[in-house]
């Protein structure tokens, strides 16, 4: 897809298995149109041509008009849902196809490589040096000098020379070498024999070589220190910065393949029976581009809510200002997350109900142990409040105040042992000033005087001693 800006993959579908294959196909394979149907201008198909499209004539692809496609064009035709179509709409001029990713790079690169090898052939054949030999040919006749050199030339040096019919080395003499030495004779009597050197030519184009080496680079949108050039960057934090600059690229080509991910999803979902919300509920998403690019929208969102929960407590603004201008949420958005939030306060609820007091609340329909059924149980009225919540054998409608009938009769006057049946009350009294228990106990004899007259005065052993037995009946008590 990056190469081309286009890339195919043709759906294997079978009826309840959905998708369960796929086959890539080249961009030079497929057509994509568009328009071909008057009564439905939206309708979307591909034409697959073995032979490649437009392969015996000019250009690469054809101009998506209305009634510019013929169904008698020879090829193997796909509805929309049978073809994947991986495009990069980066320029409109390229529609209905994407634009490659490295459409904008192909001149500069050309450009990059007749400069380097312009620079590599100007330091071959201008750049080495050469030595100038001065010699003194003295009072030889003119007539004679080239001989003279010819001959001075071939004893000090033979060049190696490539012979193109034999291909073996010839030394013989090549003026013609680039490399050859130039010998200059000289005549005079004060003038001797010398030799210097001829400096090269310095090239001086190297700038234009990284002139259009950064071009290229801003072309494709790649980080110079990911192709290798780490000694431009001054440090660690401008590498992060360059890896956040390039997760923006990698990120906008996930969004495009994401894209048509979803509809191979949509179309194996459809098959295998899924309608309505089932058929779009789920997500799909990729590996993050950067992590160093995730760290930075983390402490984003921290830096964000650190100022809503600001203002929160100072109370400056509403949390629908709050919403809109700082997170960037829409009107649906405000209701759909307070919504949210009511449900995790429910679900924190239950969660504590679980834990603290081993009650459901969604399956008993009370809770337990809240300020609140603290507060109606042992408040003024534990009636009056809310009786339904009051936990059940609590509820009884039974009149305020002081119960009639006591559970046991202990320290009452129905209980045989009488109302202070150990004399507690009385050691009480007989400490407090003023109080004279005797006179209490005349009081008490004096009421019950008769009662007591009344009483048969008789032992309960009594019995005759003399004809007393131990064999005898009287002896047994029933």
């Known amino acids: 897809m990056c190469k081309y800006g286009d890339f195919f993959i043709k759906m294997e579908i079978a009826e309840k298995y959905g998708v369960y294959n796929v086959i890539p196909y080249t961009a030079y394979h497929i057509e994509r149109q568009e328009n071909y149907d008057p009564e439905h201008p939206n309708a979307v198909r591909f ?9 015996g004539g000019s250009g690469y692809y054809g101009t998506p008009t209305l009634g510019s496609f013929n169904d008698n064009q020879p090829g193997i035709y796909f509805d929309n849902y049978e073809m994947a179509h991986f495009r990069l709409l980066t320029d409109v001029n390229y529609l209905p196809y994407g634009r490659s990713y490295i459409e904008p790079a192909r001149k500069l690169f050309k450009q990059y490589s007749l400069m380097e090898d312009a620079m590599l052939i100007h330091r071959i054949s201008r750049a080495p040096e050469k030595r100038i030999f001065y010699i003194n040919v003295g009072a030889i006749p003119p007539n004679e000098v080239e001989n003279f050199m010819k001959k001075t030339i071939s004893t000090m040096k033979k060049t190696p020379y490539i012979d193109q019919n034999t291909g073996e080395y010839n030394l013989k003499y090549n003026m013609q070498n680039m490399l050859e030495d130039f010998y200059i004779p000289i005549r005079g009597n004060d003038t001797s024999t010398k030799i210097e050197t001829t400096k090269g030519l310095d090239y001086t184009g190297m700038e234009d070589v990284i002139y259009l080496r950064d071009k290229l680079f801003a072309a494709l949108k790649v980080p110079k220190a ?7 960057l001054s440090g660690k934090a401008t590498l992060a910065a360059e890896d956040i600059r390039f997760a923006r690229t990698i990120d906008r080509l996930q969004r495009i393949i994401l894209s048509e991910l979803q509809k191979i999803a949509l179309v194996h979902l459809y098959t295998q029976g899924y309608r309505g919300e089932t058929l779009t509920n789920f997500e799909l998403s990729l590996t993050t581009p950067s992590i160093i690019y995730d760290q930075e929208r983390i402490a984003l969102m921290k830096e964000k809510v650190s100022l809503a929960k600001e ?3 100072a109370q400056l603004l509403p949390t629908d200002w709050i919403y809109h201008n700082i997170f960037h949420f829409s009107e649906d958005q405000f209701d759909e997350y307070r919504e949210l ?3 995790d306060a429910k679900r924190k609820f239950r969660l504590g109900q679980l834990t603290e007091e081993g009650n459901d609340p969604l399956e008993t329909g009370k ?10 149980l042992y408040g003024k009225s534990r009636l009056t409040s809310d009786p339904g919540n009051v936990p059940s054998g609590y509820n009884e409608n039974i009149p305020l105040g002081r119960p009639k009938e006591k559970a046991s009769n202990i320290n009452t006057q129905q209980n045989v042992f009488g109302r202070d049946r150990l004399g507690k009350q009385d050691m009480k009294n007989d400490d407090q000033p003023g109080y004279n228990s005797k006179a209490l106990t005349e009081n008490v004899y004096l009421k019950n005087k008769q009662f007591l007259i009344e009483i048969e005065k008789k032992l309960v052993f009594q019995s005759d001693k003399a004809n ?3 064999l005898d009946e009287s002896q047994l008590k029933y």
């Open 367 to 376: 809770s337990y142990g809240t300020p609140h059924d603290l507060a109606s």
């Open 47 to 55: 034409r697959y041509s073995p032979e490649g499209i437009y392969a």
């Open 311 to 313: 203002i929160m407590d």
């Open 468 to 470: 007393e037995s131990l």
């Open 226 to 232: 990911f192709m290798g050039y780490e000694k431009d």
């Open 341 to 343: 939030i009511n449900q």
